[in-house]
T-cell receptor, first 114, second 111 residues
């Protein structure tokens, strides 16, 4: 079964600094990959997804992620953090052949310092 | 367009009581899911369904039952609630090959 590992349960950045959240998956076959964001007391909202050949994926709110097969990674970045980016971020994965099985990482909480 | 709607949003149960959480989606999605979210553990899959009338166990199914009698609804039941089931429960739905859409969550406390 697919699994994802998010490195770092908490990340603190200054406003205007780079945000980098790490995600590694377990499969040797490229899966579908997703990043979700969760604001306090809300459900999960899709930031971006990798489902095709394009390895650099742009999402909402200025986020992007790069799929690297050689590193089995799908790290999320944003060049300049904003206070509104404070939230919890989840990486998720599903097999292309059995994509009904959707697994999530443990999450990374981002705090933004003024 | 309501998306995924969970009922209720909050509930407090006494140990041993039963309850049913309702999830409804209006997007004609094939797949539906129930997850629980606990601090530091991400989202863990309880049960899922790939179509009307079918259900399957996820990672943490013990103590829960589900039913999907109609395509748009996915019910999660707790027959005899335990304090370990205190959590935030999320329902999600998706089409094959696309992302999942989530409800706003149900915060359940078992005392």
């Amino acid at each position: 079964a697919q699994s994802v590992t998010q490195l770092g349960s908490h990340v603190s950045v200054s406003e205007g600094a780079l945000v980098l959240l790490r995600c590694n998956y377990s499969s040797s076959v490229p899966p579908y990959l997703f990043w979700y964001v969760q604001y306090p007391n809300q459900g999960l909202q899709l930031l971006l997804k990798y489902t095709s050949a394009a390895t650099l994926v742009k999402g909402i709110n200025g986020f992007e992620a790069e799929f690297k097969k050689s590193e089995t990674s799908f790290h999320l970045t944003k060049p300049s953090a904003h206070m509104s980016d404070a939230a919890e971020y989840f990486c998720a994965v599903s097999d292309r052949s059995n994509d009904y099985k959707l697994s999530f990482g443990a999450g990374t909480t981002v705090t933004v310092r003024a | 367009n309501a998306g995924v709607t969970q009922t209720p949003k909050f509930r407090v149960l006494k140990t041993g009581q039963s309850m049913t959480l309702l999830c409804a989606q209006d997007m004609n999605h094939e797949y539906m899911y129930w997850y629980r979210q606990d601090p530091g553990m991400g989202l863990r899959l309880i049960h899922y369904s790939v179509g009307e009338g079918t259900t399957a166990k996820g990672e943490v199914p013990d103590g829960y039952n589900v039913s999907r009698l109609k395509k748009q609804n996915f019910l999660l039941g707790l027959e005899s609630a335990a304090p370990s089931q205190t959590s935030v429960y999320f329902c999600a739905s998706k089409l094959r090959g696309t992302e999942a859409f989530f409800g706003q969550g149900t915060r359940l406390t078992v005392v």
